[in-house]
């Protein structure tokens, strides 16, 4: 493990970001990509590339976790997507092992093929009840999702008008879809509005999508959904709700922002995923019509040319629903809440800014991208797993830890996070100060 206090920390290494190599130049495509592997390197050869850890025993409120490069850490984890503490639920647990049983662990084809199982119809159809809405399509994954109802429905005369933090899903199934993109400053409705005149005052012969989410992922707020649907009714729009993050975990009912907002069943498009809540990959779209799913069934092509989700996911997530619809689900939501709230508390009581309202993603200011990597530095030595967030996540110098919190952490838990942060935040911000700042100014600019 590295030792912390050692400040030749080279200012390349606390500069920078993965901003610098989006567009590469050079006419060998993987030759090309070596600048951008030296960058990594070097943060990692210092101790600053906090990404693609794995865990040793699965995502627990404490867990052992290794670094990209094998070095090992312990500590309360805040870092993981279980927010029900479902994953290691006993009868999720069962229904995955009677799933072995009675399908093998393949889905073996597409789902326009033969790759469905009776587990996964059973699962669009209580989806679609538990949303209000007629019609639900399973995709391997949240990320297949978004990306193919908007591919799958716009066409490149068409518009997309897209909240500006939309997911990245979303935004690359618009890219993938049209060049009439139009982006409204985040929960910006009248932005929105002016959007959707400018556009229907020149066209009105094809048609507009509106994108946004339930939750954002990064900032943990929610647009006002009656109002977007009633503005998309005005302009002749269809709205995509992405519910990624509060479907199952939010609202007495479980039923996030959408219930919260009285619009079960009122939003034209909800998308959402199982891998936050529902412990396990696949995604979805719901719909209110037949004609819909079954045009998105076969012209979103990951729905179509990919694998269905597997027998288990599809009895995993099927159980998953059952129990959020339970007293027990009731429990567990408010555990987390429990959780959430104190957390925020926890970590604002230390002097740190948190963002949003409160759910299951509490994200903590940092700013500077060198001083969040310096202050993840400190992270493996003081016990904490939280995911260092930059760009592309989000902006460039709007870093920030998300921590994410599940029904089973325990108070004490909760208190070593914020206690642990706050503590590697001093240190990295006398470290930080005390960094040549020309030099630094310049590796960041
Ligand atoms: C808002 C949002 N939408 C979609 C996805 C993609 O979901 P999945 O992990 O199921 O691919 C994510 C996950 O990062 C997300 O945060």
């Known amino acids: 493990m590295l030792d912390s206090a050692n400040n030749n920390i080279p200012p390349a290494a606390l500069g920078g970001s993965m901003r610098d190599f989006r567009v590469l130049k050079g006419e060998n495509l993987l030759d090309r990509v070596d600048s951008f592997f030296q960058w990594q390197d070097l943060r990692r050869q210092n101790g600053l590339w906090p990404f693609s850890r794995s865990t040793e025993g699965g995502p627990t409120a404490v867990c052992a976790a290794r670094d990209d490069q094998g070095n090992r850490m312990e500590g309360v984890n805040f870092a993981s997507q279980d927010y029900l503490s479902l994953s290691r639920h006993p009868e999720i647990l069962n229904a995955a092992k009677d799933a072995i049983e009675r399908y093998g662990v393949h889905s073996a084809g597409s789902p326009v093929l033969v790759g469905n199982t009776v587990d996964s119809i059973a699962l669009e159809r209580r989806i679609g009840t538990f949303l209000e809405m007629e019609e639900v399509l399973l995709y391997p994954t949240g990320w297949a999702a978004g990306f193919g109802v908007i591919k799958g429905l716009v066409r490149s005369s068409d518009h997309i008008v897209m909240d500006a933090l939309a997911h990245t899903c979303l935004q690359e199934g618009a890219k993938a879809a049209t060049k009439n993109i139009y982006q409204f400053r985040h929960l910006d409705l009248d932005h929105c509005r002016r959007w959707l005149s400018a556009v229907r005052a020149k066209d009105t012969r094809n048609a507009i999508m509106v994108v946004t989410e339930g939750l954002f992922s990064m900032d943990s707020d929610t647009p006002d959904l009656a109002a977007m649907q009633d503005l998309c009714r005005e302009y002749n729009a269809t709205l995509l709700v992405d519910v990624a993050h509060d479907l199952g975990c939010l609202g007495d009912d479980g039923r996030g922002h959408i219930g919260l907002q009285k619009m079960l ?181």
């Open 265 to 445: 069943g009122k939003v034209d498009l909800v998308m959402g995923s199982f891998s936050k809540t529902f412990a396990s990959n696949g995604g979805f779209v719901a719909c209110k019509s037949r004609s819909v799913k079954e045009y998105l069934r076969f012209y979103s092509t990951p729905a179509t040319f990919s694998n269905a989700v597997s027998p288990v996911q599809a009895a995993v997530v099927l159980k998953a629903f059952e129990i959020i619809e339970s007293t027990e689900g009731r429990s567990l939501r408010a555990a987390l809440m429990r959780n959430i709230l104190s957390l925020r508390q926890h970590v604002r009581n230390a002097g740190m800014e948190v963002y949003g309202d409160p759910s299951a993603i509490v994200a903590v200011r940092m700013g500077s991208e060198g001083l969040a990597r310096l202050v993840s530095r400190r992270l493996p030595e003081v016990g904490l797993l939280a995911n260092l967030v930059e760009f592309p996540a989000v902006g460039k110098g709007a870093a920030r830890f998300r921590l994410q919190v599940m029904a089973n952490h325990t108070e004490q838990d909760i208190q070593q996070a914020a206690q642990r942060l706050h503590v590697a935040y001093l240190d990295a911000s006398a470290e930080f100060d005390a960094l040549p700042q020309p030099e630094l100014e310049m590796a960041i600019a």
